[in-house]
Structure formats: structure tokens, C-alpha cells
């Protein structure tokens, strides 16, 4: 299973302090639903700290997948869940049911790396799946008032978008709007090391 485990640097250096907000904003019950897990590694670092709730990890590339579940059998962390296929674009996530009882989605780096409409579908999801009081947390750069905060994030906006049109830091009152119309409340921003907000959401 080795030969699957990737690896991101910035999860090394980024989740402890995500880890700090989580514990102060995500509700005292339920299930965690992670969209855009990545290579898995954020998701064995947060479990354990809601056991035993469970983390349910997810990603709609299989390599990704392929390095979340590598990461989770070689861990004894009992309530981190194989990962999901879902791509925050589609409109069923396959996970809607009541049973699943998530009440908290945590979004991390996914925002800027892909298209509008993958923000516009997580919208969507968490109006679809959380209940009343559910939280949506999202982590990432993002531009204010339609302008970067650091020079750092205009540069690496450059590269994403001439990797991608589609991609690209994107505006925080934009998000705040596509949310709110979708009966996720803005609750709170707080800023984060290297430039990044993490922004919460609660379900009305
Ligand atoms: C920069 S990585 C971040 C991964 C992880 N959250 C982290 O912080 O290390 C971006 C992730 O977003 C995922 N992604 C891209 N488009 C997506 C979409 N439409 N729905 C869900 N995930 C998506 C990619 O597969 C990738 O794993």
C-alpha cells in the first residue's frame, strides 16, 4: 500500500492550525464529511480528534483515493471511512441520506484549483446534506474587495490560471453570496498562516 501514499508538504505545515479552528467551530455531534481530501493526510491527522464521530474522506481523482485509503489502512485510527468518489460539481453526492448524519463539511485547497462551478456544487451539496445549525468549513486563499492580500497569492493565481483558465483564487464576497443564497450563513473568517482564511459557514 505504500506505493500509493502521496504526499503534500503544506499539510505538514498548515494542519495544526486548521486542526485549532476546527475544534472551536464544528458542532459537538454528527459525522465529517471531507470533499477534496487530497492525498489523505489531513484526514488521519483530524479524525482522531472527533473520535467517535466518524471522518468521512472523499476525492474525485482515484490516485487520490488510491493514497486516502493507503493512508487509512496503515493507521489504527478506527473512524476514518474509505473514501468517497465525489466531485463537488455533481448535483448527488450519493451521500444525502439522513443516516449518514454528517453534520459538518470541511473543504480545504479546492476552491482556487478548480472551476466556479465546483464552488457553486459545494453550495449546493451542503445545502442539500447539512441540517439546520450544520457547519461548511473552507480553508484557502482568496482574494477581498476583488483584491489579492499578499503578493504570494497573486503569483501562485497567475499559476494556476495559466494552468487552468478555470481556476484561480477566487473573491471571498463572491463565495460569501453564492453560500448565503443557498441558506449558509456566513458565520466567520480567520486568518491563517501563509496568507490562507479559513471561512465558516452554518446551515439556517
Ligand atoms: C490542492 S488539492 C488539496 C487537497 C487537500 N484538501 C489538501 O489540502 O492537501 C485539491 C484537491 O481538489 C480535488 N478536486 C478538484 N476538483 C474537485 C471537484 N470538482 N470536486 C471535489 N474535489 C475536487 C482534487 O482532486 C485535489 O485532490
Redesign the pocket.
Known amino acids: 500500500m505504500d506505493n500509493f501514499k502521496q504526499y503534500?508538504p503544506?499539510?505538514q505545515r498548515?494542519r495544526e492550525h486548521i486542526l485549532e479552528v476546527l475544534l472551536k467551530v464544528l458542532p459537538s455531534s454528527g459525522n465529517i464529511l471531507?470533499?477534496?481530501?487530497?492525498?489523505g493526510?489531513?484526514s488521519l491527522f483530524f479524525a482522531p480528534a472527533f473520535r467517535p464521530r466518524q471522518w468521512i474522506p472523499?476525492?474525485?481523482?482515484p490516485?487520490?483515493r488510491n493514497s486516502i485509503e493507503a493512508w487509512r489502512q496503515d493507521s489504527s485510527i478506527n473512524n476514518i471511512q474509505s473514501p468517497l468518489n465525489?466531485?463537488?460539481?455533481?448535483s448527488n453526492w450519493g451521500i444525502e441520506e439522513k443516516e449518514h448524519n454528517i453534520t459538518t463539511i470541511v473543504?480545504?485547497?479546492?476552491i482556487?484549483?478548480?472551476?466556479w462551478?465546483?464552488c457553486l456544487?459545494?453550495m449546493e451539496g451542503a445545502k442539500r446534506i447539512l441540517p439546520s445549525k450544520g457547519i461548511l468549513y473552507l480553508?484557502?486563499p482568496y482574494k477581498q474587495g476583488g483584491k489579492h492580500t499578499a503578493p504570494s497569492n497573486e503569483s501562485f493565481d497567475q499559476s494556476l490560471r495559466s494552468q487552468n483558465l478555470e481556476w484561480g483564487v477566487k473573491n471571498l464576497e463572491d463565495v460569501i453570496k453564492v453560500a448565503e443564497e443557498r441558506g449558509l450563513l456566513f458565520q466567520e473568517k480567520v486568518e491563517m498562516p501563509a496568507n490562507n482564511l479559513s471561512v465558516i459557514f452554518e446551515k439556517q
Open positions: 503534500a503544506a499539510t498548515n471531507e470533499i477534496a481530501s487530497g492525498t493526510e489531513h472523499s476525492d474525485p481523482n490516485t487520490a465525489i466531485n463537488a460539481a455533481n473543504n480545504i485547497n479546492m482556487h484549483i478548480s472551476p462551478s465546483a456544487g459545494l480553508y484557502g
